[in-house]
């Protein structure tokens, strides 16, 4: 998978094959038809963010049907990626994966959904 920026996604030193890069803000939303389980995975700023004058801080939200279901902590360029916790998706019709800027601006603001997974 290739980042916003056009390299391969990264995060604390580490190459991903799969995932989901974006910069900040944004959001992504997915038709789930109540037929999932649980989602997991990783989250991170994007290693790409190092080489730039703003080093990114986000922050990553999970909304499930519209309710809040994960708000991270903020994360910076050049943190380890943190585990998503396992969301709940049972009988969930929608699902948003959100990247805020953290209130102070989007420059550097490379995101990382790594590694997600959809359980049945």
Known sequence: MKYVG???????GKRFARGIGVHAPSASSWKLGGEWKELHGLIAVDDESAAL???????????VDGKLAF?????????A?????????????????????AGDGFAGDRADWL??????
């Open 81 to 101: 990626p943190r585990a998503l916790p396992k969301i709940d998706l049972a009988g969930a019709k929608e699902l948003v994966l959100e990247v805020g800027d």
């Open 53 to 63: 004058t703003a080093h990114g801080s986000v922050v990553f939200r999970v909304r």
């Open 71 to 79: 708000e991270s902590e903020t994360l910076h360029g050049g943190d």
């Open 6 to 12: 056009g390299g391969p996604l990264s995060a604390g």
């Open 115 to 120: 590694e997600l997974t959809l359980q049945r």
